[in-house]
């Protein structure tokens, strides 16, 4: 990204818009109209704030147009301006200069920062988040990325049609879950009963939760609940909290439960044989919100109908709260987390927190059926796929430990192997370092000591260059990185820690060095600011 232009294209459009007005003012009004109200007017239109998910560039395009409509409309003001030593001349000059001060000097500098003719990250993460799922599945999505191109790979590429893609940010809308209902290429309508009329804009948008109407002890049946919150009965209404001498539909409670018939889940291979042993009477769950909007009521008539006919995964970029607090009971199979009712193996029932790990199907779909984009190899890659980066070596991270706690110790090799052969051998934040010290700490444990000594070295290599870097910059700005500063600082720590656990003396020494150094640096300047 270190690109040196020396301002050359924007001079030459400001040569050329200059020329344009001098030679033609209506035309050049016209295009300054565009280029101010494709640009400067959107941005204070807008009013962006500076968090937004995504670079928005894309949003002034027009306005780039505009404005290179002026850089080509430059070479003929240069052109122009040397017409009275020779036209002939001028004009070879100016187009010369042209060439070298835009398209040239900008492909050199700047073809590395847009090449994406390695990068298949983005067509390959779909293929895996569809590659997840169990056939005719229901894959619940939230953003963008998680959605946008898995409809590219089914529609185009034609790649699991069978999937059905339900983005839970559309799902609030009238038409979009009147689409759900609806087949689309391999994938039957969705189990949604409602009629539409009882989800119309302005009907049922977002209804509350009110336990005082009616008493109802323990958890109650989600297909009960359902029905009252479509219900067209009075009696099954209470007072709106917000309109006076209006009744309204509302959440009578937020305990929840599916009552499971086992022949059901066994005879629809949702649970194997196997395991039929863990197959949980009901799954009971807390509701962990205080309303119900047309997006959780959708959701609601889905797995109240459902019947375990069709699998339901959340994609693992789905934020925890629209799990509808379903989450003691989603398994990890890659991209996406499994709805399985199944209960918690006695060994991991005392940690609340632990990821639940299908581990066959999480090792197949990793292991032989995913794809990784050329991303070890790619000369670019945007910062959403450096992102994926860190789920995908968190989640071979949990794969590698979940095999290693069932014994399966060859199988955990494999997976950190598989790791280190398709990810690009790096660090590219503090942040992302805590999942390379897992997997070194993993590496330990599984006896592979060659390969987490060099993780270790490399990562503590990393967090050292950065602290330093960090160091250097407080001089100045005292508490612009003390975030940084800890966390980098608190995992040099602990690969000290775990070197010296596993007997690691020399590699220990030299962490230990390092730490020291770091800690006095820091140390030193803080009691110095006071």
């Not at 020329?19 to 035309?27: E, I, V, Y």
């Not at 339900?166 to 087949?183: A, C, H, P």
């Not at 049946?221 to 029905?227: G, R, S, T």
């Not at 602990?494 to 150094?517: C, I």
Request: hydrophobic content about 40%; proline content about 4%; glycine content about 4%.
């Amino acid at each position: 990204a270190y690109n040196r232009f020396y301002f050359l294209p924007f001079i030459l459009g400001i040569i050329g818009a200059f020329w344009h007005f001098k030679r033609n003012q209506k035309d050049a009004g016209i295009v300054g109209l565009l280029f101010f109200f494709t640009g400067l007017a959107i941005v204070l239109y807008l009013n962006q704030n500076p968090l937004q998910p995504r670079e928005r560039d894309y949003a002034y395009t027009g306005s780039f147009y505009a404005f290179a409509i002026w850089i080509g409309l430059g070479v003929a003001g240069i052109a122009a301006m040397l017409k009275k030593l020779d036209p002939k001349l001028g004009a070879t000059i100016a187009t010369i200069a042209g060439l070298l001060a835009a398209p040239v000097l900008m492909a050199k500098d700047g073809w590395d920062d847009h090449n994406r003719s390695e990068k298949f990250t983005t067509r390959d993460f779909a293929i895996d988040y569809l590659q997840s799922c169990a056939p005719n599945a229901i894959l619940f999505t939230y953003g963008d990325n998680d959605t946008y191109p898995l409809w590219y790979a089914q529609e185009v590429e034609n790649i699991r049609p069978d999937v059905r893609v339900v983005n839970l940010s559309l799902l609030g809308t009238d038409w979009y879950i009147r689409q759900m209902k609806e087949k689309v290429n391999q994938s039957p309508g969705l189990p949604i009963t409602m009629d539409n009329s009882k989800f119309v804009q302005g009907l049922r948008d977002v209804l509350y939760y009110d336990p005082n109407y009616f008493k109802l002890e323990g958890s109650a049946e989600l297909k009960d609940v359902f029905d009252v919150l479509v219900s067209d009965n009075p009696n099954d209404k209470a007072p709106s909290q917000y309109q006076e001498g209006v009744k309204e539909n509302f959440l009578p409670t937020k305990k929840l439960k599916i009552t499971i018939n086992p022949a059901q889940v066994l005879s629809t291979n949702t649970v194997p044989a196997s395991k039929k042993d863990l197959i949980v009477p009901s799954m009971e769950w807390q509701y962990n919100k205080n309303y119900v909007t047309k997006t959780e009521l959708a959701m609601f008539d889905i797995l109240a109908h459902n019947q375990w006919k069709r699998p339901i995964y959340f994609a693992i970029t789905v934020p925890a709260d629209n799990y509808i607090g379903l989450d003691k009971y989603l398994y990890n199979e890659g991209f996406a987390y499994h709805l399985l009712p199944l209960k918690k193996a006695e060994a991991d029932s005392t940690d609340q927190h632990e990821e639940l790990v299908n581990t066959d199907a999480m090792y197949d779909h990793m292991m032989n059926k995913f794809k990784w984009g050329n991303m070890k190899n790619a000369s670019y890659l945007d910062p959403e796929s450096v992102r994926m980066i860190a789920v995908i070596v968190n989640n071979f991270n949990i794969l590698a430990e979940a095999l290693f706690k069932e014994g399966r110790t060859a199988e955990a090799k494999k997976a950190l192997d598989r790791c280190l052969e398709v990810v690009p051998n790096k660090n590219y934040s503090l942040n992302f370092t805590i999942r390379k010290f897992y997997m070194a700490d993993l590496y330990y444990k599984l006896k592979e000591i060659p390969k987490a000594n060099m993780l270790v070295e490399s990562t503590a290599d990393y967090i050292e260059d950065q602290l330093n870097y960090l160091y250097a910059i407080s001089k100045t700005k005292e508490n612009l990185s003390k975030q940084d500063i800890q966390m980098g600082m608190s995992i040099l720590n602990e690969l000290v820690k775990v070197t010296a656990d596993n007997g690691q003396t020399a590699l220990h020494a030299k962490l230990q060095s390092k730490f020291k150094a770091l800690e006095s640096k820091f140390i030193g300047a803080r009691t110095g600011n006071n």
